[in-house]
């Protein structure tokens, strides 16, 4: 039964961690999941998530790879570096594809 087996591993590795990140760390149930990641994070992650999970599952052309640091041509586009609220912020840490796309 995978549920004991992880029940007792966490067990075991909950000793080892430090109790400030065991405290940080909680488990929930699949069904529930989503809401409470919206309620952690907010709707443009929730959705940036859904999108870039449907983007890296997507059957890509022999010998092609995911561009992540491209920019998207149209806003409706799926944007690999980010959601748009990080991308378009001073948070935002360039990536050598962003200095190689400008050019």
């Known amino acids: 039964d995978s549920l004991k087996i992880f029940s007792a591993t966490w067990a075991l590795m909950k000793k080892v961690l430090d ?5 940080r760390i909680g488990f929930v149930k699949s069904g529930k999941l989503v809401d409470k990641m919206r309620d ?10 859904r ?3 449907v ?7 022999k010998g092609e790879k995911k561009a992540y640091w491209k920019i998207p041509e149209t806003d409706d586009e799926h ?9 378009g912020s001073p948070y ?10 400008s050019r």
């Open 92 to 101: 935002y840490i360039p990536t050598p594809g962003d200095a190689y796309m």
């Open 40 to 49: 952690r994070f907010g709707d443009e992650a929730i959705n940036w998530l």
């Open 19 to 23: 109790e400030s990140l065991v405290k």
């Open 79 to 87: 944007d690999a570096r980010g959601m748009k609220s990080y991308v």
């Open 55 to 61: 983007d890296n599952r997507r059957k890509r052309p």
């Open 51 to 53: 999108a870039e999970t």
